[in-house]
């Protein structure tokens, strides 16, 4: 916990690095730190920006793109805040443009404040509409951080060690890598071994089974008010499951009284590239699906949208939010719709990621450390296991990964159930020139845990070390730079060493 003494007043916040480094700016697609670093970003939490432009805050076009800043700001010199009990012009522009994305009846919108009070709210719906309690979730899924939501998370590592809520069960996950049937996915990269169906997958109806298994013998025999369930898996570690498994698993639940909850909290907005929502790449349509992060690119902002029938539920007692839909979020959320039109941003994605995914399957053949590829769009994840097994790489090991991948200027985020996945996630607005540029220094950086990590790290930190020296003079490349850029050449592999290790990091 970083716990930074700002006159005798600490800020609690997980830290994503060993060695802190103060973020003081956004420039470009880049963040400036406070030491004179800067970093592209392909960070988990910055799921958040699709968008990157010429100034940064943090939006889903990109961070600070200056159609949703200039939105924003022109909303500040009109109406700042108001409640939900009120009404204003932008809400009902931004309502009805949102709404006309969803198929089907999922026409009622919630505007609230994160995606925890979203999922919490769909908890609520989903109870009041059945009239059961009982909710199902994944394992390995994130949905929130809260003492209402501490049972529907299921990832170990977000889980307070405290009674969690009753009502709560997780169902076995249909992981084509690590499940007990294996299977295959939706994606241009399958996992080792994997089976290559042209519909379902054969697999699917084994993990079927065990949640009807779940369903026959852990809740009771009125039946189950929801399974919440993310199209990817975020957190969890960019996990997919096998293809045809979210279709039968919501008409297995729909059989025992149940909704099906989608969290698009990481998964919408085009990120996944082939449709506009990841639900729609499973073939089902929710009755709720909860909506975060990219929703306002940056700006604090979340949905909940849903079914006339379902919301009738809901009006049996008053309901207001204080900062839900207020103006400015309404502003943002609209201009990050249009942006994402405007840009062709859905096909950026699907176009990017799988160029990136193809270079991550090649690093993957010829490295053993890289157990998995997986993703699609510009939702990937990258497995780091102990060479020859499926064993999770020692964490020490991964947290070097990322620590020479940001010495290369390039913040990668984790996550999985042992923090081993390395999940490379950035704005949809990425080219496929700058993937081509930032993709070297992620290449490098796993490539020097392939031998040796340790002393790899030592040859870097010393590069830079040498390429800082001449700053000024950026260009120059001295016999010395030369001999350790050579040597990390020799150790990790890499075709002309020699030449790409000082440009890559003269940029420090």
């Keep these: 916990m970083d716990t930074r003494n700002l006159r005798g007043v600490s800020c609690a916040l997980l830290t994503s690095s060993e060695r802190k480094e103060y973020l003081t700016e956004e420039r470009g697609t880049e963040w400036d730190g406070e030491t004179g670093n800067n970093y592209l970003v392909l960070s988990l939490q910055e799921k958040n920006v699709l968008l990157k432009g010429p100034q940064r805050t943090c939006d889903s076009p990109g961070f600070a793109y200056r159609k949703v800043v200039s939105a924003v700001k022109e909303q500040m010199d009109s109406l700042w805040h108001t409640t939900n009990i009120y009404r204003h012009p932008k809400l009902y522009e931004y309502v009805e443009k949102l709404a006309a994305k969803f198929p089907g009846d999922l026409k009622v919108v919630y505007l609230v404040n994160s995606g925890t009070e979203a999922n919490d709210l769909a908890v609520l719906l989903a109870r009041l509409y059945t009239g059961n309690s009982e909710i199902l979730s994944l394992q390995g899924s994130y949905h929130g951080y809260s003492s209402g939501l501490m049972g529907l998370t299921s990832t170990q590592s977000y889980r307070a060690p405290l009674l969690a809520p009753s009502g709560f069960h997780h169902v076995p996950l249909p992981d084509p890598f690590r499940g007990a049937w294996g299977g295959c996915r939706d994606s241009p990269a399958q996992a080792p071994g994997a089976c290559s169906c042209p519909g379902d997958c054969v697999a699917t109806d ?92 940056g700006f604090p902002l979340a949905a909940v949208v849903t079914t006339r029938d379902v919301a009738a539920a809901h009006a049996r007692a008053a309901y207001f939010n204080t900062f839900g839909g207020n103006p400015l979020a309404s502003a943002a959320g609209k201009a990050v719709l249009e942006v994402i039109e405007e840009e062709k941003l859905q096909e950026n994605c699907k176009v990017v990621g799988k160029y990136f995914i193809e270079k991550l399957k090649d690093l993957q ?29 020692d964490n020490s090991k991964v947290l070097d990964i990322l620590e020479a991948t940001k010495d290369m200027g390039v913040l990668v985020g984790r996550g999985g159930k042992k923090n081993n996945v390395s999940i490379p996630e950035s704005e949809a607005l990425y080219l496929r020139t700058k993937y081509s540029t930032l993709l070297e220094p992620v290449v490098n950086a796993l490539q020097f845990i392939a031998l040796d990590v340790v002393k790899a790290s030592q040859h870097v930190k010393r590069i830079l070390q040498l390429l800082k020296s001449h700053r000024d003079n ?13 040597v990390v050449a020799e150790k990790v592999g890499l075709e002309e060493g020699i030449t790409s290790m000082p440009r890559i990091l003269a940029r420090h």
């Design 206 to 297: 084994n993990y079927i089974h065990q949640l009807k298994q779940l369903l026959e013998h852990s809740v009771p025999v009125r039946g189950v008010a929801a399974l919440f369930a993310e199209s990817i898996q975020g957190v969890g570690g960019t996990l997919q499951f096998t293809k045809g498994y979210l279709k039968k698993a919501q008409e297995l639940v729909k059989s025992y009284g149940g909704v099906y909850v989608a969290d698009e909290v990481q998964t919408g907005f085009g990120r996944t590239g082939d449709h506009f929502w990841g639900f729609e790449g499973h073939g089902v349509t929710p009755d709720i699906v909860t909506l975060a992060k990219g929703i306002g690119n």
């Design 365 to 393: 053949a010829r490295h053993s450390v890289i157990g998995d590829v997986r993703g699609k769009g510009l939702m990937l994840g990258v497995e780091l296991v102990t060479p020859g097994s499926k064993e999770p790489l």
């Design 474 to 486: 950026p260009e120059r490349v001295t016999d010395e730079i030369i001999k350790d850029a050579t």
